[in-house]
């Protein structure tokens, strides 16, 4: 018997779903617990102008309660100081403060900041390889716990406590191994030595109130087990200073913790990760409690765990609308779009591949088809690219496109290269309101100076 071979077809992935687009219609945003709004992207636009930054003032409120729960204990009081530089808008602040959270600053601009929106000296944090004299001198005379970065900036705040009426509050920045990528940059070298050095000097001076261990694992850090090591590493360090005479209470665990945003393959674990619900910060909250737990009683009667989130409690509070204002076929036949918004103000792309989604003005079956599309912003370079490849329904200019977890490190890392930054508006119980309006071209040249010989009778600068 004769059989015959058919011919090898190798497969093929065919795309095949539809998606179903609401003619003017932005949705997942709220204004209520109970009461979802719908808007017409259309008239927010025509208002306001496009691009546009949306932010979610309950998303916002709910994260950020979300993000508290999640690190409850009965047994430690935990404070959560809010990273500012992960985005100051202050309306954003405002409500993260109202909500009950301190404030973790780097910069003497985000001190003044924090003070400024009616935060207290005593409840915040003041960290960073760099702070100056006047800076440190104000902190301290007002109480903020200061996370000392280096023997430099020590034996500065030794010589400024001589000046205080009340001990200085201080706490060593610490950091240590992990894995590959150490942070080495930031604070006093565990394997070094340089920790134990500073708890030594600390111990000498009772002009400085001694208050605890500061630390930063890195940044949107999924392996859980990571904070446990963190803990484990300044629990032995607590152990070292008790044995000098000091008394801490305070263990800092710094911030990295991710958000509902899409790390791009290379970056991310194999398979990826999800972290879309309300528990997916329980892990994190566990390993820490987990050692903390153990030797509670070397942080004093009241141990007190701190916090810093800053991602993870604002990253999805927010989205940018744009417009679609070009389309072309590029080499190798690929489909593109240019719409109105580039790389400027969404800087984080080059680590993300943020959820891009169409609110269409026409709804058919046609362009409900997905087909890879790559999405370009409107900027004079080639890596303004903002999604390559991505599946999306066929577009045309003039539709709206929503590009979601941007309220993260967008807004404080913009820039105005070659376009001025849009307007950000806060949707709340009353309905848009707008919290950022759009620079002009005397916004962007209000600083610089233009010297008389440089002018001529045309010059209107």
């Given at each position: 018997?004769t059989?015959?071979l058919?011919p090898y077809?190798?497969?093929v992935?065919?795309?095949l779903p539809?998606?179903a687009?609401?003619?003017?219609?932005?949705?997942?945003?709220?204004?209520?617990a109970?009461e979802?709004l719908?808007?017409d992207?259309?008239d927010l636009l025509?208002?306001?102008?496009?691009p546009?930054?949306?932010v979610?003032?309950?998303?916002?409120?709910q994260?950020y309660?979300?993000?508290?729960?999640?690190?409850s204990d009965e047994?430690?009081n935990t404070?959560v100081?809010?990273?500012?530089?992960?985005?100051?808008?202050?309306?954003?602040?405002?409500?993260?403060?109202?909500?009950?959270?301190q404030?973790?600053v780097?910069?003497?601009?985000?001190?003044?900041?924090a003070r400024?929106l009616?935060?207290p000296?005593?409840?915040i944090?003041?960290?960073?390889?760099?702070?100056?004299?006047?800076?440190?001198?104000?902190a301290?005379?007002?109480?903020a716990?200061?996370?000392?970065?280096?023997f430099?900036e020590l034996?500065?705040?030794?010589?400024?406590?001589e000046?205080?009426?009340?001990?200085a509050?201080?706490?060593?920045?610490?950091?240590?191994r992990f894995?590959?990528?150490?942070w080495?940059?930031?604070?006093?070298?565990?394997?070094n030595?340089?920790?134990?050095g500073?708890l030594?000097?600390?111990?000498r001076?009772n002009?400085?109130?001694?208050?605890?261990?500061h630390c930063?694992?890195?940044?949107?850090?999924?392996?859980?087990?990571?904070?446990?090591?963190?803990?484990?590493?300044l629990?032995?360090?607590?152990?070292?200073?008790r044995?000098l005479g000091?008394?801490?209470?305070?263990?800092?665990?710094?911030?990295?913790?991710?958000?509902?945003?899409?790390?791009?393959p290379?970056?991310?674990?194999?398979g990826?990760s999800?972290r879309?619900?309300n528990d997916?910060?329980?892990?994190?909250?566990?390993h820490?409690?987990?050692?903390?737990?153990?030797?509670s009683?070397?942080?004093?009667?009241?141990?007190t765990?701190i916090l810093?989130?800053?991602r993870?409690?604002?990253d999805?509070?927010?989205?940018l609308?744009s417009?679609?204002i070009?389309k072309?076929?590029?080499?190798?036949?690929?489909?593109a779009?240019?719409?109105?918004?580039?790389v400027?103000l969404?800087?984080t792309v080059c680590?993300?591949?943020?959820?891009?989604?169409t609110v269409?003005?026409?709804?058919?079956?046609?362009r409900?088809?997905?087909?890879?599309?790559?999405i370009?912003?409107?900027?004079?370079m080639?890596?303004d690219?903002?999604?390559?490849q991505i599946?999306?329904?066929?577009?045309?200019?003039?539709?709206?496109?929503?590009?979601?977890?941007?309220?993260?490190?967008?807004?404080?890392q913009?820039?105005?290269?070659?376009?001025?930054?849009?307007?950000?508006?806060?949707?709340?119980?009353?309905?848009p309101?707008?919290?950022?309006?759009?620079?002009?071209?005397?916004?962007?040249f209000?600083?610089d100076?233009l010297?008389?010989?440089?002018r001529?009778?045309?010059?209107?600068?």
């Amino acid at each position: 018997m004769t059989i015959a071979l058919k011919p090898y077809h190798r497969p093929v992935i065919e795309v095949l779903p539809f998606l179903a687009l609401e003619k003017h219609q932005l949705h997942n945003i709220t204004v209520a617990a109970d009461e979802p709004l719908t808007l017409d992207t259309a008239d927010l636009l025509h208002k306001f102008g496009s691009p546009l930054y949306v932010v979610s003032e309950q998303k916002l409120r709910q994260d950020y309660k979300n993000f508290k729960r999640s690190f409850s204990d009965e047994h430690v009081n935990t404070k959560v100081a809010y990273s500012i530089k992960t985005n100051y808008l202050p309306a954003v602040c405002a409500i993260l403060r109202q909500e009950g959270a301190q404030a973790e600053v780097v910069s003497g601009m985000e001190y003044e900041l924090a003070r400024t929106l009616g935060i207290p000296g005593k409840e915040i944090i003041f960290n960073g390889p760099h702070k100056t004299q006047s800076e440190l001198k104000l902190a301290l005379s007002e109480g903020a716990l200061v996370n000392i970065d280096n023997f430099n900036e020590l034996e500065l705040i030794e010589q400024l406590s001589e000046e205080l009426l009340t001990p200085a509050r201080v706490a060593i920045r610490v950091n240590f191994r992990f894995g590959t990528n150490p942070w080495t940059k930031f604070g006093f070298n565990n394997e070094n030595g340089e920790s134990l050095g500073a708890l030594r000097k600390i111990s000498r001076n009772n002009k400085l109130q001694f208050e605890g261990f500061h630390c930063h694992v890195g940044t949107f850090v999924l392996v859980h087990e990571l904070y446990a090591n963190a803990v484990e590493k300044l629990i032995e360090l607590a152990k070292q200073a008790r044995e000098l005479g000091l008394n801490p209470t305070s263990l800092d665990i710094g911030g990295g913790f991710p958000s509902a945003n899409t790390l791009r393959p290379e970056y991310d674990l194999p398979g990826g990760s999800q972290r879309t619900n309300n528990d997916f910060l329980l892990p994190y909250a566990e390993h820490i409690f987990g050692q903390l737990r153990k030797h509670s009683e070397l942080f004093g009667n009241n141990p007190t765990l701190i916090l810093e989130p800053g991602r993870a409690i604002v990253d999805a509070s927010t989205q940018l609308l744009s417009t679609v204002i070009a389309k072309k076929e590029i080499v190798g036949g690929r489909s593109a779009v240019i719409i109105d918004a580039g790389v400027n103000l969404v800087p984080t792309v080059c680590y993300y591949n943020h959820q891009i989604k169409t609110v269409a003005a026409t709804t058919t079956e046609e362009r409900g088809l997905l087909k890879p599309v790559d999405i370009f912003g409107p900027l004079c370079m080639q890596s303004d690219r903002l999604r390559e490849q991505i599946l999306m329904p066929a577009l045309n200019v003039g539709d709206h496109l929503s590009i979601g977890n941007v309220g993260a490190y967008c807004h404080t890392q913009s820039n105005q290269f070659i376009q001025p930054r849009p307007a950000t508006i806060l949707l709340g119980e009353q309905g848009p309101e707008l919290i950022r309006r759009a620079e002009t071209f005397r916004d962007i040249f209000a600083l610089d100076l233009l010297p008389g010989r440089l002018r001529d009778d045309k010059c209107q600068f």
